[in-house]
T-cell receptor, first 116, second 113 residues
């Protein structure tokens, strides 16, 4: 299957600072990438759909000014958590697919964010 | 609206016994269904999918799933469970044309020696 690389795997930051998470599709071009948030032992909550060359589409209730998404190329999407607070601590996962609904999505390994 | 339900939070099975993890769905139109597995602090790994064709789909690591249109179900199965199968399993349905996935709440599979 295709490979999606997410970096960093874990990060600890201070309240008020910003953190950038990268998601790369290593062996295919991903017109669309997705960002999810997962709380312990819970399902994945879709935060936003990242579209190459255009603005991200955010799900209801997700603050677009807090969770900045940039999809600058067909292989890279970034999620920046701005002015982080302890309640932003979570597991963030990205995925990419080949833009067809019948195609399986490939997931990054996730980023554990801890805000202290 | 499309949705997926996994009615069991946890499934316990003894090693060597068959396992079933249940999933039901609600979609308009043809369903595109997926199963993923997640190990602790890791991303999701694709197991199998149903798009069309045979109702019995075979996937990775010996897993299979049966699509049942009349019962709107897509249960995950394995004839003989391994301790290493212990993980969190997600059923998902594809929404729209972008590949966005709608996930069930997940089922923790615990296989005991």
């Amino acid at each position: 299957g295709a490979v999606v690389s997410q970096h960093p795997s874990w990060v600890i930051c201070k309240s008020g600072t910003s953190v950038k998470i990268e998601c790369r599709s290593l062996d295919f071009q991903a017109t669309t990438m997705f960002w999810y948030r997962q709380f312990p032992k819970q399902s994945l909550m879709l935060m936003a759909t990242s579209n190459e060359g255009s603005k991200a589409t955010y799900e209801q209730g997700v603050e677009k000014d807090k969770f900045l998404i940039n999809h600058a190329s067909l292989t890279l999407s970034t999620l920046t958590v701005t002015s982080a607070h302890p309640e932003d601590s979570s597991f963030y996962i990205c995925s990419a697919s080949k833009y067809r609904r019948e195609t399986e999505a490939f997931f990054g390994q996730g980023t554990r964010l801890t805000v202290v | 609206a499309q949705s997926v339900a996994q009615p069991e939070d946890q499934v316990n099975v003894a090693e060597g016994n068959p396992l079933t993890v249940k999933c039901t769905y609600s979609v308009s139109g043809n369903p595109y269904l997926f199963w993923y597995v997640q190990y602790p602090n890791r991303g999701l790994q694709f197991l199998l999918k149903y798009i069309t064709g045979d109702n019995l789909v075979k996937g990775s690591y010996g897993f299979e799933a049966e699509f049942n249109k009349s019962q709107t179900s897509f249960h995950l199965k394995k004839p003989s469970a391994l301790v290493s199968d212990s993980a969190l399993y997600f059923c998902a349905v594809s929404s729209g044309n972008t590949g966005k996935l709608i996930f069930g709440q997940g089922t923790t599979l615990q296989v005991k020696p």
